[in-house]
């Protein structure tokens, strides 16, 4: 069968007799499978012991394997608040873009979007860093961002996720503003999700919604 149809399979119903399945021979399983059934468990209070197993393994072997390191990336976007080094790596992630943006040095955006994903149910832990992005949104604009396809590249989604917290909607709107002018100035400037974003929210006062929804 077709690994897009078994991983859609399981995103859809959430089931974690099969989800448990595919983990339990992971490192053989098609990651996309892996993927899907890593997210069954998002938000879990108590993670079983073979998820927080994977979790551990992908994050302990990135810097010795390109492959892991790609899980790792993935990995991310995944809310797992009980297991412990999921949690300080993602905390490292946003101190070390917080210190590079303002110092002017390079700073990982896929890292940094993948955290946002995984926390927009946890707004305060990430308020700081969305305030970051939005302050340094034009400088933010041109950064490159992974997807889920090796290879393939974004610009501008962590800055149109950061305009979405719910505690920063004057800042946002302001950023909004700054936004359609420069694309006022430089027609075809700005990224199009991202122009379309600041369009509803000065035009229609529509924020982005934080939701669980999976996102590439």
Known sequence: MPYQIVSTAIYISKNLEKANYFLRDWKNTN????????????DAEEPPKLVSDIVNTIIEQRRTDAKFNFYYKQTLKIPFMKIKLWVQACDSI???YNRSIKRND????TLIYHVLLSHRSYPDKIKEVCETILIYWEK????????????MFHYGNHIKL???HPELKVLARQKALE???????????IPPPLL?????????????????????
């Open 179 to 189: 936004i359609k002018r420069k694309e006022l100035e430089l027609p075809g400037h």
């Open 94 to 96: 946003v101190y070390n």
């Open 106 to 109: 390079n700073a990982n955006r």
């Open 140 to 151: 933010e604009m041109s950064k490159p961002i992974q997807t889920f396809r090796k290879g």
């Open 196 to 216: 379309e974003t600041a369009n509803q929210i000065v035009d229609e006062n529509k924020f982005p919604e934080w939701t669980k929804e999976q996102e590439d």
């Open 31 to 42: 990651w996309t499978i892996i993927f899907q059934s890593l997210f069954c468990y998002a």
């Open 162 to 164: 950061a305009l979405g």
